[in-house]
């Protein structure tokens, strides 16, 4: 049973460009949640989604930032018109169900943006 | 809002000291708390995760603890090792939907 897994492992964009990351989740898992980690921070959530609906977006910047997580296939977080500010690592990851108490968050290896 | 705390921020220690992170976290309304260990460049891999209605649990060197009430929690790790050079990170979920609140982290060195 392979992991949560991202792709790419590296992004490396110039300023204006898109960034598009990908997510898959563990199998059987469906529901996935995005984090950032800017330098020298801690992570900060992003955003949570099931297939296909967006659960809980209060974490994300009001403007460039989207995500998605279609029936199928996996789920994209994308930045358009990225700015340096926007170099982080991005992790994803998945759980089973929503709302049992016992639920456990699988991390991916995550995605380091780098906006030059 | 919930705020996550780990002190200290840093520690560097000789191999084969015992040790112990500390993790303090403002709303005690928790479900759980896992702890993480992350690697420079690296993803997280979960160490430790504690249910609220429990104290503490144990893996190998590992032994964390979790008093809600008070909201704090502990990682112990007995006989440290080089190989545990690496960040460690504690997150608490607060609520349904599994959302993570995460510390800034303990920079772990150990020394041989």
């Known amino acids: 049973n392979a992991g949560v897994m991202q792709n790419p492992r590296h992004l490396v964009r110039r300023r204006g460009q898109e960034a598009r990351l990908r997510c898959s989740p563990m199998k059987g898992h469906s529901h996935v949640y995005w984090y950032r980690q800017l330098p020298e921070e801690g992570l900060k959530f992003m955003v949570y989604?099931?297939?296909?609906?967006?659960?809980?977006e209060s974490g994300m910047p009001k403007e460039r930032f989207s995500a998605e997580f279609p029936k199928e296939g996996p789920s994209i977080l994308r930045i358009q018109q990225v700015v340096r500010g926007d170099s982080a690592a991005y992790f994803c990851?998945?759980?089973?169900?929503?709302?049992?108490?016992?639920?456990?968050?699988?991390f991916g290896q995550g995605t380091r943006l780098t906006v030059v | 809002k919930q705020e996550v705390t780990q002190i200290p921020a840093a520690l560097s220690v000789p191999e084969g000291e015992n040790l112990v992170l500390n993790c303090s976290f403002t709303d005690s309304a928790i479900y759980n708390l896992q702890w993480f260990r992350q690697d420079p460049g690296k993803g997280l891999t979960s160490l430790l995760l504690i249910q609220s209605s429990q104290r503490e649990q144990t893996s190998g060197r590992l032994n964390a603890s979790l008093d809600k009430s008070s909201g704090r929690s502990t990682l112990y790790i007995a006989a440290s090792q080089p190989g545990d050079s690496a960040t460690y990170l504690c997150a608490v979920r607060t609520g349904g939907g599994n959302k993570l609140t995460f510390g800034t982290g303990t920079q772990l060195k150990v020394e041989l």
């Open positions: 990851a998945s759980s089973s169900q929503m709302g049992q108490r016992d639920t456990e968050a699988f």
């Open positions: 989604l099931q297939k296909e609906n967006i659960i809980d």
